[in-house]
């Protein structure tokens, strides 16, 4: 059964134009992870939250938000998406023993 | 600060061999995990193995084993008998055994399996 479900896969935006991705998980844990990934590289850590605590990693841009509204879901709401957000966007929970489970992604198209 | 440091760029394997992977990392901490993540093209990254690092037998999980060396700071993997199956991008991440909740990956190795 899939842990970490996000919707959707696929998602074609235009520039400029807001977006907002999901990301549901079934492991009630309480931390929660959002990452980009570009092509052939490793994970870029966006932002985590430890329940309702937000981090926010130093480069992230002002561009990229967040929201939890509980346990099960978390949100990543891009403000104006450029050409250069083109990206997969992945979300990640953990089990009480630190391992990372990651979604499927979201792959981004910016036109 | 922490960094994992993955050599090799690309490798390729015969189909029945078996191959090695390096990864080697950098930290002050004593108590932390490391794992290896296996992300097949345009498929989900999924967990390899993990091993803590108070733990001084190596992780193995069916064809996968860790040749985990503390001192020396390096966490190899070696995937026994490759299949085609195998392909794929694999990274190396470090996790410290408390407080931030944060994984440190190292920039990936892509094998090939060759039929």
């Known amino acids: 059964d899939a842990m970490v479900i996000q919707n959707p896969r696929y998602q074609v935006t235009q520039f400029g134009k807001p977006v907002t991705l999901s990301c549901s998980q079934t492991?009630?844990?309480?931390?929660m992870y959002w990452y980009q990934q570009k092509s052939s590289q490793a994970p870029k850590l966006l932002f985590h939250?430890?329940?309702?605590?937000?981090?926010n990693e130093a480069d992230t841009p002002d561009n990229f938000q967040s929201r939890r509204p509980n346990t099960s879901f978390c949100f990543l709401d891009i403000r104006s998406p450029g050409l250069g957000d083109a990206a997969m966007y992945l979300c990640?929970?953990?089990?009480?023993?630190?391992?990372?489970?990651f979604g499927p992604g979201t792959r981004l198209l910016v036109l | 600060a922490q960094t994992v440091t993955q050599s090799q760029p690309e490798m390729s394997v015969q189909e029945a061999e078996t191959v090695t992977l390096s990864c080697t990392y950098d930290t002050s901490e004593n108590n932390y995990y490391l794992f290896w993540y296996k992300q097949p093209p345009s498929r989900q990254m999924i967990l390899v193995i993990r091993q803590e690092a108070y733990k001084q037998q190596n992780a193995t999980e069916n064809r996968f084993s860790v040749n985990f060396q503390k001192a020396a700071k390096s966490f190899s993997l070696k995937i026994s008998d490759s299949q085609l199956g195998d392909t794929a991008m694999y990274f190396c991440a470090f996790m410290k055994h408390a407080g931030t909740y944060k994984y440190i990956f190292g920039t990936g190795t892509r094998l090939k399996v060759l039929a």
């Open positions: 990640a929970t953990t089990d009480r023993q630190e391992t990372q489970y």
């Open positions: 939250y430890y329940d309702k605590d937000f981090n």
């Open positions: 492991l009630n844990h309480n931390v």
